[in-house]
């Protein structure tokens, strides 16, 4: 084969070899796309331009197009940058090929091949001979940023020389923004590698550039690298205070513990980045009670300084101690240890006897116990498939209504079910936009054929002779939809419309958890109070018991009076019992919402005693028209109704043509001979530019009918939509009532229980005296225990209430 210009295999493999797996097939993607780009330019500059130019500035203004293009791109983002060097090479060698106008194409087909030979060679190179995967130098760039960031923490601690602390912050910043770039760059680059494993001795290699898992750990990465970031930042907003904040006046004892701290982060930082390398996966230093004793040292000796800027310095540091901890938490949750690597099983399925009904009941008349069963439910005991997301619990704190919400909201499977659903809306409307750009692809054809053909007996005795043939017929064709009247763009349209909708399903959902915790959270603090009303019943009819006995003693109350009041005791006992175990239901049916465990060790704050909500201050107007205007529901269905329209423009737009371009250039490569005659031989280049024109003009009135389903199916949205704000409407109304009425509710029960409490204390003492009877001590009694749980439920629905009128607003879904 005479292709000269194929040579360019070898500077292929040369330019494309880099460092790592996913560098080389970056550049060699981008020396292939820019060839095909440049080459296609240049392909219709010698089909179209070269054959009308007549002068030297003819082909200079073309050289300077290609050439405008190609910088266009080079100047463009740096990641493909090398693409438009690539074009304007591909361009040139296409339209200058000497001193003369020049209309052969073999320069760029050379070219072509030579670049994709050379990319197949370095590619096999790297993923047999000489596998080098940029993810392995992800994490450890991390792990090194990590350990340049602990430094950083240990800086102020090895020197008071202010000077030195200056230039060691200022090395320490530079390396680890180098390392943050470090592992960016190889995040980048392990986007384009090939997932090759090994199992045993048999290896999986997928084409595919990215698999799930991959897709996983990168997603941990960037998670793992915004939080180190912003504790990066936050490091050196700290240690660039240092001068001011450590001044010599500063107590010996604070500046021993803001130090102990120091080292403390330092050695979390330290520990992190071993996780990421995998060289130590285990606990983390607890950073938390440190933190509340240093603060308390704070505060203590704070006001000891006299300089007012000293000690609010002080505070600003505590200040970002408290927003640093919870980041570390976070930082240490999403570096996980590699330690480990999942080993995914080659299984080579045999190609024998193979009976379908073998995993099926052999007869209806018995339960099947089959094989398929028992791994089921093996994998349904493990907690390997949906395992929620591990938060750290602080059994040494009381967690408040804000903190449960936030860890219902990080391990909640729903709301993390709902953010998938809107990443999925997302790349949908991705996939709706691929529609306006070209569809390029290459295509070879190659036979062998041997064909009897009819000829006159006159001719070739017998009346048939034999053509033999082989070739090859390599191609290049483009495709690109020009003109559809709207198509595209509806479709476009209402993708967009059901990623809004899933945006406001998934701040619905968030609503849902949200209003979920803080009606079980009221719900237990009524229970809580119960099970204490019940508490203070049982003492009072304790009391009362033995207040009868006293009486009886001095013989002043009769026997049955006695075990009437031994009975209230025993009914006492009974009850508190019976809330006490309520108390525990509630705190289970808490503890679901939130997502943990019920057996995890929790403390939750009591709030019997928290100042009730505020009284309602805003008309009902006002939160009737917040409501419309941003509950999620009432967003999903505003997108909905928009989508609909979209797919009634779509149906309309079937009616009109399309018009596209298409282009195609290859090569007719092979022999033919006639049967007893030498073969022929044929190796020229082939092309075709055409424009299509598409217009159904009758479908048997199938596009009518689409349009009228579309849009009814775009007046039913609007009437759900419509039936939606009348309903929110109402809702709105009644929450407001609701919320209002049980604050009232809930003066009355106080007012009741405060006369409940002084009655019964004055019908005690009245009975202790002989002033009362038995029958009037034990009604007080009754009275107060119902005015007491009267109290703490009425409590709980107020909350509960205030909650709900959130809801019915919208406010709890804003973000």
Known sequence: VNWPGIRTIVITCMIVGLTSEGATIQKGTL????????????????????????????????????????????????????AGAQIALAFYICVIQGFEPSWYFYTIRDRMVGILLGNAVITLVFLSVWPVRAGDAIWTGLASALRAMAELARVGSRSDDQTAVARAIAGLRAAASRHFAAAQQSAEEESFEWSVRETGAAQVARSEPKASEDQTARDRFRVADGEARAIFVMQLAVANQRPNVLPPELPDVLVAATRGFDALVAENLDAIADRAQASAPGELPDLRSPLEGLTRTARAEVSRISNPEVAHQVEGRLAAYRELVPRLERLGSAVVSRGLVRLAPLVLAGCMAYSPLANAPPSADKPWRGSDLQR?????????????????????????????????????????????????AALAAGIAQATYYPKLAAVATAAIASVPLPIPETVVPGGVFRAKTHFVVP????????????????????????TAEANADFNAKHQEVVFGVTRDFYALSAARGKRNASQAAYDSARTLAEAVAARKDRGLATR??????????????????????????????????????????????????????????????????????????????????????????????DYWPRLAAR???GGNIGELAIEHSPYQSVN?????VGLRFE??????????????????QQREAENELTHAREK????????????????????????????????????????????????????????????????????????????????????????
């Open 728 to 815: 929110t409407v109402r809702q709105v109304w009644k929450a407001y009532n609701d919320a209002k009425v049980a604050l009232a509710k809930q003066s009355a029960a106080a007012a009741l229980l405060a006369a409940s409490e002084k009655s019964w204390s004055a019908t005690l003492e009245s009975y202790q005296h002989g002033l009362a009877t038995f029958p009037d001590v034990r009604e007080s009694q009754h009275s107060l225990a119902q005015a007491r749980a009267l109290e703490q439920a009425s409590r709980a629905e107020a909350w509960t209430r205030a909650a709900a009128f959130a809801v019915s607003t919208g406010d709890l879904a804003q973000p």
């Open 560 to 653: 049955p009076e006695l075990l009437q009041a031994e009975e209230e005791e025993a009914k006492g006992a009974y009850e508190l019992a019976d809330a006490t175990a309520a108390e525990s239901d509630a705190r289970m049916a808490l503890l679901e919402t939130v997502g943990i465990g019920p057996s995890t060790p929790i403390e939750i704050a009591d709030v019997s005693q928290r100042p009730l909500p505020p009284e309602l201050s805003e008309s009902i107007d006002g939160a009737v028209d917040r409501a419309l205007a941003q509950r999620p529901d009432l967003l999903a269905l505003l997108a909905e109704v928009q989508a609909k329209r979209a797919a009634v423009s779509g149906a309309r737009a």
């Open 663 to 665: 282009g195609e250039v």
């Open 475 to 498: 191609a290049l064709s483009l495709e690109w939809l020009l003109l559809d009247f709207g198509r595209r763009g509806a479709a476009v349209d209402g993708a967009r419309a059901l």
């Open 376 to 424: 089921v439910a093996s994998d349904l005991g493990s907690d390997v498939h949906s395992e929620p997301e591990r938060v750290a619990i602080d059994t040494q704190k009381n967690y408040e209504l804000g903190e449960l919400i936030d860890l219902a909201q990080r391990t909640n499977p729903e709301t993390r079910a709902a953010w998938e659903q809107v990443r999925q």
């Open 695 to 712: 217009w159904d003009l009758f479908q048997g009135f199938e596009r009518r009918n689409k349009v009228q389903l579309a849009q009814s």
């Open 684 to 688: 020229e280049e082939q092309y075709s």
């Open 31 to 82: 020396r292939i796309s820019g060839a095909i780009v440049g080459g296609a330019l240049g392909f219709l500059a010698i089909l179209v331009v070269v054959p009308n130019m007549e002068s030297i500035a003819s082909l200079a203004l073309l050289v300077a197009a290609g050439t405008a293009i190609a910088a266009w791109v080079y100047v463009g983002s740096p990641r493909i940058s090398y």
